[in-house]
């Protein structure tokens, strides 16, 4: 998707070759009377990440405080004023920000700048796939074969002439996190220079934090007696998966709209629950739990145990204003694969 600027593209070619974006490559920002920049996120790990790392010096908008998931939402009137006239704004940028560019072509500010995610990750990024036992729907694309998961037989499914649909749940990744948040910090500290130290200070410290946890989440899962999990439920962890080589089955891709298993799929998802030896099945924050129930009551043992993984797509102003942070919630996330996995 195009950039209001050039900046950003510069910006993260400079940092991933281990130099700076200096203050000379961004023009004049329309600071805030408080002489904050004006940065507006659309997902909550977005803003969470940005107040750790700019803090008190941004004025920060988060757009999906209304608990609406990242899939289903639209912006308003109200947010396309936001959006347009700030300073900073950044997306995830797959197809769920579709909006984004044209919303971009009209914005106010002309020295607007973009922060596309999934531009900045670039062969980060991965495309969705369907493994064996999950429920495809029409609107689901060809898949990388990069992973080591069995593919699932796609013959009742013509995709041959379809894009490729790539999977927007970056931040699931705490690699990914850690490189975004890397990235932004510059782009702070070149819009703030009189505050580039604070920034680049703070963003040490929380690239730290996660780094910390990125390794705790390697020796619990280095450490557990499965290496596989299962969620009867739409599956937005594959980069989680992915970064520490964990398997998984699951009821839809991470994007699909459906919300109803057939016969087949609670059938094998059932079958591999016991076949695996699976004590805990998973389900996405917000879920109404009837797959998972329905698995667990076709399976040969029923004492499984339902749990969570937040994907954090949905998280409202109520739990931010509770405390609500992207650590935590990854933390939380952690102690939930530990029981899933043991």
Known sequence: MKKKLLLSLVCFSLIFAGTFCFAAEVKNPAFTKAGKIKVVTTIFPIYDWVKNIAGENVDLTYLLEGGVDLHSWQPSAQDMVKITTSDVFIYVGGESDAWAENALKNAMNKDLIAVNLMDMLADKVRTEEIVEGMQAAEHDHDHDDDHEHDIADDSEHDHDDEEEEYDEHVWLSLKNAA?????????????????ADTIRSSAGAYIKKLSDLDKEYERTIKNSKKKVILVADRFPFRYLVDDYDLDYYAAFVGCSAETEASFKTVAFLSGKSDELGLNVILVMEK???????????????????????????????????????????????????KKALN
């Open 287 to 337: 879920s109404d739990k009837k797959i998972a129930d329905t698995v667990i009551k076709n399976s040969r043992k029923k004492d499984k145990k339902i749990m969570t993984l937040d994907s954090m797509q949905s998280v409202t102003a109520k739990q931010v204003a509770d405390g609500a942070s992207y650590y935590e919630i990854m933390k939380e996330n952690l102690a939930v694969l």
């Open 179 to 195: 490189a975004v948040c890397d990235g932004l910090s510059e782009i702070f500290c070149s819009l703030l220079p009189s505050k």
